[in-house]
């Protein structure tokens, strides 16, 4: 059985990885590049657009996980980037503003039983600001993210 030698691989995800992601930046360190080849190495990059990309989110206040922004850029998943949360205060100065009233349902709730959820996403450009907070309930939370 000819199987391929182990550095021949390591060689062709360096080669890979330097290809798409050409510029080298400490958050790339301790990646699991060899799955993410495996996973992406089929996928149609541009290399300079992933830089652009990446560029724009190394600045991001909101991107707390430089590191996911790597696997954000193959994946979509904006769980690897570790946005970031509503604070405490924020969450309070929107509920007292609402009143305790959830933006879906309408219906009364203690603090506690609501959470802080993005008026416009994030994806669409909407900030982690007390504008662009909303109260909803656990459960109307829990519906909407499930859509």
């Not at 802080?116 to 909407?144: A, F, I, S």
Request: charged fraction near 30%; include cysteine; proline fraction near 2%.
């Amino acid at each position: 059985m000819n199987a391929t030698p182990l550095w021949l691989h390591f060689q062709t995800v360096i080669n890979w990885v330097n290809t798409y992601f050409t510029k080298y930046r400490k958050e790339m360190k301790g990646i699991d590049w060899g799955r993410l080849y495996s996973e992406h190495k089929a996928d149609v990059l541009d290399p300079v657009s992933l830089e652009e990309r990446i560029k724009k989110l190394m600045i991001d206040d909101e991107v707390t996980s430089k590191k996911g922004i790597y696997e954000y850029l193959l994946t979509g998943k904006e769980k690897f980037l570790s946005l970031r949360q509503f604070s405490d205060s924020q969450k309070r100065q929107v509920y007292e503003k609402q009143g305790g009233i959830c933006a879906s349902c309408g219906k009364h709730f203690e603090i506690e039983q609501m959470e802080g959820d993005y008026h416009k996403p994030w994806g669409l450009g909407g900030k982690t600001d007390n504008d662009n907070c909303v109260m909803l309930c656990r459960d109307c939370n829990r519906e909407k993210s499930n859509k």
